[in-house]
C-alpha cells in the first residue's frame, strides 16, 4: 500500500452523511435482518433516509468518459447529499470486484468517499466497507 498521507480524506459534512448512513443502514438491517435481494433493501433504506431528512439521489446515472469523450453511462445506487456514493448488495461474501466498482464510480464522478454496504451478513457492521478514493486506487 501507499503513503496514507496521500489520500484524500473526505471533509466533515461527507464524513457525517457516512455516518448518518451507516445508522440508518443498521436500522434496516436491525428490521429486516440478511437474506432478501438488493432492491429490498435500497427501497428500505430510501425510506429510513427520508424519515432522517437525509437528501440522497436513488440509482443517479453518471457519465462515463474515456479521453475526453463519454462513452456510457453508470449508475450508483445513491447519491447521499451529492457528496457520498453509497453502493449496496445482498451477496454472500464482498468481493474486490464491489470495491473496484466504488473506486470507479469514486473516478467517474471526482467524489472522494463511497460506502459499500452488505446486508447478507449477520451483523451489519461486518458488511461495510469505507472506501476512500486515494492515489493508491491508480492502479
Partial sequence: MGDKSLRTEPNAKTDALAHAVIGGAIEVHRALGPGF??????RALAVELRSRGIAFEPEKSIRVNYKGQVVGEGKLDLLVGACLIVELKAVQTLAPIHTAQVIAYLKATGLTLGLLINFNVVRLRDGIRRIVLSPD???
Avoid at 37 to 42: N, R, S
Fill in 37 to 42: 435481494l438488493e432492491e429490498i433493501y435500497a
Fill in 137 to 139: 486506487n491508480d492502479a
